[in-house]
């Protein structure tokens, strides 16, 4: 079983839907999570991150994390076809490496 | 660009030759980290550097693959004797860690295509 887990999509939806991505983890050391955005052939670019759990909003973006059931989330409101790409949700413990593990990620297109 | 540097953008390379990518961190990052990724992946972790010393690599890093950071600035990232199953995108990625916070960010990426 990995760590996190990530359905992998594809995900359609209109244009000015609300999208709701997930990934759930296993490992309760996991304090930083973050999700990042990669579009074809790019590197990932940070979206957003939150410490702990609770609720955390930019924009159009709002991530969430429920540290209880290990279960983290984004929502995009009043998606637009530049969102369409793959999000990976990424987490890390405070201390050591803090190397990144990332979910599969899930390829999201908007269509207009 | 104050971004993360990563060089070539491409590299195509026969089977048994050896490769050397380039990562210019965010200058005031302390830390650099290399991930490997395939297709329909996301991103595995390699090694990371804490200014010049390498703390850490994964299992994934075998002995072909040998990375440095001299002077704890840019990175090279050389594999030798490549191998089709190489063939990736390798990512760079610069930090600055404070009060515990780590928050990684990436180069464009190196995507290696081993014929």
């Known amino acids: 079983q990995k760590e996190v887990e990530q359905d992998p999509g594809p995900l359609s939806v209109p244009e000015g839907a609300i999208v709701s991505l997930n990934c759930t983890y296993s490992n309760s050391a996991f304090q930083y999570f973050m999700w990042y955005r990669q579009y074809s052939r790019k590197g990932p670019e940070l979206l957003m991150y939150?410490?702990?759990?609770g609720n955390k909003e930019d924009g159009r973006f709002t991530a969430q994390v429920d540290k209880s059931s290990k279960y983290i989330s984004l929502f995009i409101r009043d998606s637009q076809p530049s969102d369409s790409a793959t999000y990976l949700c990424?987490?890390?413990?405070?201390?050591?490496?803090?190397?990144?593990?990332f979910g599969q990620g899930t390829r999201l297109t908007i269509n207009p | 660009d104050t971004g993360v540097s990563q060089n070539p953008r491409h590299k195509i390379t026969k089977r048994g030759q050896n490769v050397t990518f380039r990562c210019d961190p965010i200058?005031?990052?302390?830390?650099l980290y290399w991930y490997r990724q395939t297709l329909g992946q996301g991103p595995e972790f390699l090694t990371y550097f804490q200014n010049e010393a390498q703390l850490e690599k994964s299992r994934l890093l075998s002995d072909r693959f040998s990375a440095e950071r001299p002077k704890g600035s840019f990175s090279t990232l050389e594999i030798q004797r490549t191998e089709q199953g190489d063939s990736a995108m390798y990512l760079c990625?610069?930090?600055?860690?404070?009060?515990?916070?780590?928050?990684?960010?990436f180069g464009a990426g190196t995507r290696l295509s081993v014929l």
């Open positions: 939150t410490y702990s759990s």
């Open positions: 990625a610069s930090s600055l860690v404070d009060r515990g916070r780590n928050i990684q960010y």
């Open positions: 990424a987490m890390n413990p405070p201390q050591g490496a803090q190397k990144l593990v």
């Open positions: 200058s005031e990052h302390n830390r």
